[in-house]
């Protein structure tokens, strides 16, 4: 069946440090991929998504790109700050009547 | 952005109670979701519905039940809970059905049964 697998955390870094979640999925077909982030006592909202291989998806410095060839959407930022620290799902849909899978998380921690 | 609520915020309640979760959102979305958040912090899918008087149980083998008599309006009741029921619960709705649109997220349930 479809899955999703993300880079396991905590993950903690420095600020203004370069970041990358890595994420790899399972699917039939085509899906559409999404990163979703949820913040410290909050629900999960989408960052960022792509729905055919080669788009890149952007949003507040963060990126990813469906790569088919890999099956993978890692997620990237050049310089992170403290306020991206959140937890950070990959998920994919592989149809517009299916449901949306989401990985299992990785929660990003950013020092001062 | 996201027009979608959930009552109450944070519950705390005795085993045996029966409780209902609210959940509401005026987007007209005809797609809506329960999810359960483990402390790891991973998603699971409970229950789903795409639409009036359609209801689906999701992956997650969930001793609740949900209704969908209105396309705003996506109650999960439980009807005696128990510590096993204690969690984050996440309501989630997306666009028209046959569309591939982005989930929109409640604030959720934080539910203790003690």
């Known amino acids: 069946g479809d899955s999703v697998t993300q880079m396991e955390g905590p993950v903690t870094l420095s600020e203004e440090a370069f970041l990358t979640i890595n994420c790899t999925y399972t699917?039939?077909?085509?899906?559409?991929l999404f990163w979703y982030v949820q913040y410290p006592g909050e629900g999960l909202q989408l960052l960022l998504k792509?729905?055919?291989?080669?788009d890149k998806g952007s949003n507040k410095g963060f990126e990813a790109t469906y790569r088919k060839e890999t099956t993978s959407f890692h997620l990237e930022k050049g310089s992170v700050q403290v306020s991206d620290s959140a937890v950070y799902f990959c998920?994919?849909?592989?149809?517009?009547?299916?449901?949306?899978?989401f990985g299992s998380g990785t929660r990003l921690s950013i020092r001062p | 952005e996201a027009d979608i609520y959930q009552t109450p915020r944070y519950l705390v309640i005795g085993t045996g109670k029966k409780i209902t979760l609210e959940c509401s959102q005026t987007m007209g979305h005809d797609k809506m979701y329960w999810y359960q958040q483990d402390p790891g912090m991973e998603l699971h899918l409970i229950h789903y519905s795409y639409g009036v008087n359609s209801t689906e149980k999701g992956d997650l083998s969930s001793e609740s039940t949900v209704s969908r008599i209105r396309t705003e309006h996506f109650p999960l009741t439980l009807e005696s809970a128990r510590p096993s029921h204690t969690s984050q619960y996440l309501c989630a709705s997306s666009g028209l059905a046959g569309t591939n649109e982005k989930l929109f997220f409640g604030s959720g349930t934080q539910l203790s049964v003690l």
């Open positions: 792509a729905t055919k291989a080669d």
């Open positions: 699917a039939t077909g085509y899906p559409s």
């Open positions: 998920a994919l849909s592989a149809s517009s009547a299916s449901k949306i899978i």
